[in-house]
């Protein structure tokens, strides 16, 4: 994630802490030692939050080790001052496993509350009453049913035990953006903070609809509906000038490289421009080509190769059938696919459209 600062990997997962929190600390401090002129009290305030923000790190950790545990990687977590975020790959389609997911995170709370009362009861540090009782807050705050919160998460896996689960994320992003009106009008008499909270509900719950919305009309069809059937291929020993030349005289920017027919490569832009840079125009495909390129079936469903786009994992595959090229899949494919299947749905005649084959 942009502006941040990496400080490791704990369970395999990288951490990052987003500069902002920095500023956070900085501005604490200076506030806080100019009303108290006590350079201790601004310590104690700036290790409570330290402590609150580990609490927020094992609460990301929670739903991270959840989601491992249905196969679902964690991309990184990220530690803002509004609070933590930790990015999976995706989140679970089936409800039972999107509902443990959601509540593993406030229950790593739940926990680390029980942990502090053996502590209170022979203690009177006001320090751990404060990180228990915050702990009890953010359990109560992360379970408003407003999604993305914990909360609306398991909003939309109870709905979407009854209904079918584009539509619960339809009802459960409504519900959300609800609140975030709720909270921004609130805000604009009590503390401002809460217009912030309100921003990141309203445009994570219209976000999360939307993806969700797009891989709906992608289910149950094939790759071939939606891959780009109009492009070029490449052999190995054809010019980096040759290729600079396809690239201006059209929009392809990924160019497989066949050889007997079979695909054994593939160049992308920048894998051209870096060439270009060390070897000139003379140079040779390949020498620019990558070989550990992505490749999916054409009868393979779509939604599964969408999800390694969307995600990042690859940016374009090459489509085959019966191990030749036919085809090229990238996300701007799927999201046109995805616009015109929308207008489709608009005309009651329920044509379709399918791609032009030229192989």
Not at 115 to 128: C, E, K, Q, R, Y
């Amino acid at each position: 994630m942009g502006g941040s600062l990496k400080l490791g990997k704990w369970f395999g997962i990288e951490v990052n802490l987003h500069v902002t929190f920095l500023l956070l600390i900085g501005f604490l401090a200076v506030t806080g030692f100019i009303a108290t002129r006590n350079a201790g009290a601004v310590a104690g305030n700036i290790g409570f939050l330290l402590a609150l923000f580990l609490c927020v790190l094992l609460h990301e950790f929670g739903h991270a080790l959840a989601a491992r545990r249905y196969g679902i990687p964690t991309k990184d977590i990220t530690l803002l001052p509004i609070g933590g975020v930790a990015r999976l790959e995706r989140m679970p389609t089936d409800p039972k496993q999107e509902l443990v997911v959601a509540l593993a995170g406030p229950a790593v709370n739940v926990v680390i509350a029980l942990a502090l009362l053996p502590i209170i009861a022979v203690s009177d540090v006001a320090f751990f009453e404060r990180l228990f009782t915050t702990n009890l807050f953010l359990v109560a705050f992360n379970m408003i049913p407003a999604f993305p919160l914990d909360g609306g998460r398991v909003l939309r896996a109870g709905l979407a035990m009854k209904m079918n689960y584009a539509t619960a994320t339809s009802a459960a992003a409504k519900i959300g953006q609800g609140f975030a009106v709720l909270f921004g009008l609130v805000g604009l008499f009590t503390n401002p903070f809460l217009i912030l909270i309100a921003v990141f509900i309203w445009f994570g719950a219209a976000g999360e609809s939307q993806v969700t919305q797009t891989r709906s009309k992608l289910d149950g069809v094939p790759v071939e509906r939606a891959m780009l059937t109009s492009f070029e291929t490449l052999s190995p020993i054809n010019s980096l000038r040759y290729v600079s030349q396809l690239v201006l005289a059209g929009s392809q920017q990924e160019f497989p490289v066949v050889e007997d027919s079979r695909p054994i490569g593939l160049v992308t832009r920048n894998d051209l421009l870096n060439a270009l840079a060390q070897r000139g125009p003379l140079g040779f495909v390949s020498q620019a080509m990558r070989r550990d390129f992505a490749t999916v079936e054409a009868g393979e469903p779509l939604a599964v190769a969408a999800e390694k786009l969307q995600t990042g994992q690859v940016r374009s595959m090459v489509v085959l059938r019966e191990g030749q090229v036919c085809g090229l899949l990238t996300l701007e494919n799927i999201q046109e696919f995805a616009l015109i299947q929308a207008a489709l749905e608009k005309n009651p005649s329920g044509d379709k459209i399918e791609a032009i084959r030229t192989t």
